[in-house]
Nanobody, 122 residues
Framework: QIQLVESGGGLAQAAGSRRLSCAFSGGTFRTDAMGWFRQAPGKEREFVATISGGGVSTYYADSVKGRFTISRDYAKNTVNLQMNSLNPEDTAVYYC???????????????WGQGTQVTVSS
């Protein structure tokens, strides 16, 4: 039973930075692809970034490319999202997800965290 718990959300200022973390438990961390998604008020859930089980392959949404970086720490069983150059459009609930297969074009992840709120002020 895989469980994912996000942390690191909160208030941030425009042009600032924040790091989100997702703790993975209940499975074999290195075999699962990990992804970050977000959902802003009144909008559909959108893809943010994904990373393969081995950590070599990554893929980003155009809206965050060059600003956000996804990484994983095998010693801590966590996946991180470093967010730089934040703007108010980044305000959303951010969700961590896991799946056995790495498919950067898929939204169908098997496991999801509860989400963490990120609010960026202007």
């Amino acid at each position: 039973q895989i469980q994912l718990v996000e942390s690191g959300g909160g208030l941030a200022q425009a042009a600032g930075s924040r790091r989100l973390s997702c703790a993975f438990s209940g499975g074999t961390f290195r075999t699962d692809a990990m992804g970050w998604f977000r959902q802003a008020p009144g909008k559909e859930r959108e893809f943010v970034a994904t990373i393969s089980g081995g950590g070599v392959s990554t893929y980003y949404a155009d809206s965050v490319k060059g600003r956000f970086t996804i990484s994983r720490d095998y010693a801590k069983n966590t996946v991180n999202l470093q967010m730089n150059s934040l703007n108010p459009e980044d305000t959303a609930v951010y969700y961590c997800a896991a799946d056995r297969k790495y498919d950067p074009l898929s939204y169908e992840y098997a496991y999801w965290g509860q989400g963490t709120q990120v609010t960026v002020s202007s």
